[in-house]
């Protein structure tokens, strides 16, 4: 299996602020890498696939950058919305799997 | 706009099979390049895929669980199944329903179903 390590765990944030999260692979998966963005006590939802694409309805200010084994999810400039956890996916095998997750808290 | 719903017990006892379905509205389950799939989400915790149906009846499990899941596809009723047996307490988590796409270049899971808490206790 694929491990996707995010980093870090947890950060603190003000609105305003810009903000990157990390996602390394364990090995070379190209750009097959997708950020879901989840809510306390709601679904997932899709932020950014295949690296660095906008899923349709996501604000710009979200973007992906990143190749390989190593991308990166950055928020450039944080609203009240988007304290929340993020997650990374690898599409590129099977079993997918997901970052342990990037919890973004109000400073 | 696709939706996914998903349905069943929220309390199976220990030993026993969880079964959940997912009904989806909005499309077609019998569309090419959607990989109809189950996430599951221990309390507090990290996501885990489970695994997918395609509508032809291709499967793919993943291997922690493959002993135990079966993942089965109704195309009449626009439904997909889970079914994950023996269960323990460690199965209680809430599990997704999800659509993933994959187009030639690219996938990507562009709609998830609400979840639902499946609680594993006597």
């Known amino acids: 299996d694929i491990q996707m390590t995010q980093s870090p765990s947890s950060l603190s944030a003000s609105v305003g602020d810009r903000v990157t999260i990390t996602c390394r692979a364990s090995?070379?998966?190209?750009?097959?890498l997708g950020w879901y963005q989840q809510k306390p006590g709601k679904a997932p939802e899709r932020l950014i696939y295949?690296?660095?694409s906008l899923q349709s309805g996501v604000p710009s200010r979200f973007s992906g950058s990143g190749s390989g084994t190593e991308f990166t999810l950055t928020i450039s400039s944080l609203q009240p919305e988007d304290f929340a956890t993020y997650y990374c996916?690898?599409?590129?095998?099977?079993?997918?799997?997901f970052g342990q997750g990037t919890k973004v808290e109000i400073k | 706009q696709v939706q996914l719903q998903e349905s069943g017990p929220g309390l199976v006892k220990p030993s026993q099979t969880l079964s959940l379905t997912c009904t989806v509205s909005?499309?077609?389950?019998?569309?090419?390049?959607?990989?109809w799939s189950w996430i599951r989400q221990h309390p507090g915790k990290g996501l885990e895929w489970i695994g997918y149906?395609?509508?032809?009846?291709?499967?793919k499990y993943n291997p922690s669980l493959k002993s135990r899941v079966t993942i089965s596809v109704d195309t009449s009723k626009n439904q997909f199944s889970l079914k994950l047996s023996s269960v323990t307490v460690a199965d209680t988590a809430v599990y997704y329903c999800?659509?993933?796409?994959?187009?030639?270049?690219?996938?990507?899971?562009?709609?998830w179903g609400q979840g639902t808490l499946v609680t594993v206790s006597t």
């Open positions: 090995q070379g998966i190209r750009n097959d």
């Open positions: 295949a690296a660095s």
């Open positions: 999800v659509r993933e796409y994959c187009s030639s270049t690219s996938c990507r899971i562009d709609y």
């Open positions: 149906i395609y509508y032809s009846g291709s499967t």
């Open positions: 909005g499309g077609s389950i019998s569309s090419n390049g959607y990989y």
């Open positions: 996916l690898q599409h590129n095998s099977y079993p997918r799997t």
